[in-house]
């Protein structure tokens, strides 16, 4: 149908103000998680389901029911076009997570879940924990497992050597211990 012939005001608010989320998966790749990330992956959907989209559906009718609340409409519906989108990205997520627990013996080379610790060539060290790519947060860190530099350790141990790319530029780490 023509956009012509839709009620702005009416739509289903699926514009450019909520836009799709990115699947940041490479293709047949499997959704790893830490338990602790699937945790705040099925809260952050059970808050969002249960909370917000409730909230935001109530909001709506109330506001359409008064003409002069015309913006205030408009913006509410945006709103919940973006926690739909958000619902429908945490479904698919949740949908595909594999959980991947310690192994019970720790772990003796960089593997999913470990927390890795580092010497650059200058001989700085820098530790952070490979984990799933929607809890990834390098200033916290923690490194996504399809990132450069947690694909370039896997499976390396530690006394290792390895070439990693950087933001800036190619550089050459130390692996000093994995946990």
Partial sequence: MSRAFVDEASSDSRDEDAPEYKFPLPPGARNYVTPEGADRLRSELRDLEAGERPSLAAE?????????????????????????????????????AEVVHRPPSGYDRVRFGARVTLRDGSGALSTFRIVGVDESDPDAGLVGWTAPLARALMGKAPGEAAAVVLPEGESTVTIVSVE
Wanted: no cysteine; hydrophobic share 45%.
């Fill in 60 to 96: 709506i009718l109330r506001l359409s029911r008064d003409p002069a609340n015309s913006d205030a409409l408009a913006t509410a519906r945006r709103r919940l076009a973006r926690v739909e989108r958000r619902i429908e990205y945490l479904s698919r997520m949740a949908g595909l």
